[in-house]
T-cell receptor, first 116, second 111 residues
Framework: AAGVIQSPRHLIKEKRETATLKCYPIPRHDTVYWYQQGPGQDPQFLISFYEKMQSDKGSIPDRFSAQQFSDYHSELNMSSLELGDSALYFC???????????????FGNGTRLTVT | KNEVEQSPQNLTAQEGEFITINCSYSVGISALHWLQQHPGGGIVSLFMLSSGKKKHGRLIATINIQEKHSSLHITASHPRDSAVYICAVENYGGSQGNLIFGKGTKLSVKP
């Protein structure tokens, strides 16, 4: 069965550069969540989308933005990268909407971003 | 104080042992998730529960809403169970994936 796909798996950037991470949810899943997990840290929720609209917002820095496209994939855009942005960024998807409460979350394997 | 506390932080067991990982939380929740994270970062959702008990194979998860406590049990542990187990809660009123994560329990099962 198709899983949540993230690309790239690894990314190395320099300070002040920009990065774009992509998340392809399971087919028909219309809800995507983004998380950041720093080295040795617990994950933090960043932002979520349902049906191409932002549905919830967590601790996402102003330098970051995200969107969800018509095919439900989502992209996390990160600008003016800082050393502290080095982390594992992973996404999750599920089928949202009415009656979807018990729809389980499916996680991607993450993109490991290193800022030098 | 963290909103989600897990214990123990690290756990080493011999193959075949019964394992319990505990999770306590201090916020009102809609549901609680148990997740498994392997080296390299991949996360698998094990359970999502809002009451009672769920069982899947050798894994059992329980939750006591009144006591704000959940446990994950692994019966007949195996070296392939070695991973980080993370408890995460959905804050009441938030979206399903807007999770508050615990710091995880690193489990190592020795053959």
């Amino acid at each position: 069965a198709a899983g949540v796909i993230q690309s790239p798996r690894h990314l190395i950037k320099e300070k002040r550069e920009t990065a774009t991470l992509k998340c392809y949810p399971i087919p028909r899943h219309d809800t995507v969540y983004w998380y950041q997990q720093g080295p040795g840290q617990d994950p933090q929720f960043l932002i979520s989308f349902y049906e191409k609209m932002q549905s919830d917002k967590g601790s996402i820095p102003d330098r970051f933005s995200a969107q969800q496209f018509s095919d439900y994939h989502s992209e996390l855009n990160m600008s003016s990268l800082e050393l502290g942005d080095s982390a594992l960024y992973f996404c999750a998807s599920h089928l949202g909407g009415a009656g979807s409460y018990n729809s389980p979350l499916h996680f991607g394997n993450g993109t490991r971003l290193t800022v030098t | 104080k963290n909103e989600v506390e897990q214990s123990p932080q690290n756990l080493t067991a011999q193959e075949g042992e019964f394992i319990t990982i505990n999770c306590s939380y201090s916020v009102g929740i809609s549901a609680l998730h148990w997740l498994q994270q392997h080296p390299g970062g991949g996360i698998v959702s094990l359970f999502m529960l809002s009451s009672g008990k769920k069982k899947h194979g050798r894994l059992i998860a329980t939750i006591n809403i009144q006591e704000k406590h959940s446990s994950l049990h692994i019966t007949a542990s195996h070296p392939r169970d070695s991973a980080v187990y993370i408890c995460a809660v959905e804050n009441y009123g938030g979206s399903q994936g807007n999770l508050i994560f615990g710091k995880g329990t690193k489990l190592s099962v020795k053959p």
